[in-house]
């Protein structure tokens, strides 16, 4: 069992920057960041590799939110840049505890999730 737990949600003016934290309770490989908008399905936003080398990221976050890892901390971070109203969500951190060839953005492919933090941004 993998505990992950997230944090830095909260509430930010259009145009600012938040930077969210996952630390997973054990050792995971591909570990990723998912949304769900106000009615709406949860989304990919990003994920990256184990390695830190393989990255993938939802068009409509290109450019302004970045994944990256602290393997020594077991921690994986979303930095959201140039945030605007439609990035208002609650934002879900999963991993995958085994290898995988790639980076997947679809939910299947993750075996834990954490429980979600809540970014509103306001305009």
């Known amino acids: 069992q993998v505990q992950l737990v997230e944090s830095g949600g909260g509430l930010v003016q259009a145009g600012g920057s938040l930077r969210l934290s996952c630390a997973a309770s054990?050792?995971?490989?591909?570990m990723g960041w998912f949304r769900q908008r106000p009615g709406k399905e949860r989304e990919f936003v990003a994920a990256?590799?184990?390695?830190?080398?393989?990255?993938a990221y939802a068009d409509s976050v290109k450019g302004r939110f970045t994944i990256s890892r602290d393997n020594a901390k077991n921690t994986v971070y979303l930095q959201m840049n140039s945030l605007r109203s439609e990035d208002t969500a609650i934002y879900y951190c999963?991993?995958?505890?085994?290898?995988?060839?790639?980076?997947?953005?679809?939910?299947?492919?993750?075996?834990?999730w954490g429980r979600g933090t809540q970014v509103t941004v306001s305009s």
């Open positions: 054990g050792r995971t490989f591909t």
């Open positions: 990256g590799s184990a390695s830190g080398y393989n990255t």
């Open positions: 999963a991993a995958r505890t085994a290898p995988a060839l790639g980076v997947s953005n679809s939910p299947n492919a993750y075996d834990y």
